[in-house]
């Protein structure tokens, strides 16, 4: 069966650090994978999205970035955190009928 | 802007009851989805309908689409405290998109 793996699960960052949060995911091959940010109490703010080995594509302009090296490994980064990038990030990959399989997610607090 | 508006807000009821959550969206779709979400943990799809299909149903949930009003909601019958929870729709748009846009969600509480 597929899974899907998360880490950092919690994180806590000054201001100006970098940042890497890593998914991987078993069990499928292929898959689209997604980016998702979270706000307290708010809806899910897409990202990024990938549909193979180094394709990314951006959904909003920031200073994240992504990148799929691997075909089922996807990692969020930043070289310099903002107080705004504090939030609770999910990834997910996308099922045959499009729906969407997400980790447990990392919760990211920037100070 | 194509995100989803989802009402209530919130919504308090006593287990037992009925619990009824709307969406409304503003482009075409190719389906919607419905999924939950637990306190500080990932989401959990709970039901996909088709833009062809008025009504869905998956044991105590009951999901309706009217694409001509832009709208659907979400029933959850005979409601326990386990389904304390945050709902949210999802929508594919009709335009190639290749991500689901999600709605504001709707955080319910079940009294026991």
């Known amino acids: 069966s597929q899974t899907i793996h998360q880490w950092p699960a919690t994180l806590v960052q000054p201001v100006g650090s970098p940042l890497s949060l890593e998914c991987t995911v078993e069990?499928?091959?292929?898959?689209?994978l997604y980016w998702y940010r979270q706000a307290a109490g708010r809806g899910l703010q897409l990202l990024f999205y990938?549909?193979?080995?180094?394709?990314i594509s951006s959904e909003v302009p920031q200073n994240l970035s992504a990148s799929r090296p691997q075909d089922r490994q996807f990692i969020l980064s930043s070289k310099k955190l903002l107080l705004s990038d504090s939030g609770f990030y999910l990834c997910?990959?996308?099922?045959?009928?499009?729906?969407?399989?997400f980790g447990e997610g990392s919760r990211l607090t920037v100070l | 802007s194509q995100q989803g508006e989802e009402d209530p807000q919130a919504l308090s009821i006593q287990e037992g009851e009925n619990a009824t959550m709307n969406c409304s969206y503003k482009?075409?779709?190719?389906?919607l989805q419905w999924y939950r979400q637990n306190s500080g943990r990932g989401l959990v799809h709970l039901i996909l309908?088709?833009?062809?299909?008025r009504e869905k149903h998956s044991g105590r949930l009951r999901v309706t689409l009217d694409t001509s009003k832009k709208s659907s909601s979400l029933l959850i019958t005979a409601s326990r405290a386990a389904d304390t929870a945050s709902y949210f729709c999802?929508?594919?748009?009709?335009?190639?998109?290749?991500?689901?846009?999600f709605g504001s969600g709707t955080r319910l509480q079940v009294q026991p």
């Open positions: 999802a929508f594919r748009g009709g335009t190639g998109r290749r991500a689901l846009t």
């Open positions: 997910a990959w996308a099922g045959e009928a499009g729906e969407l399989f």
């Open positions: 990938s549909v193979g080995i180094g394709q």
């Open positions: 482009t075409s779709i190719n389906n």
């Open positions: 069990g499928t091959s292929n898959p689209n």
């Open positions: 309908i088709r833009s062809n299909e």
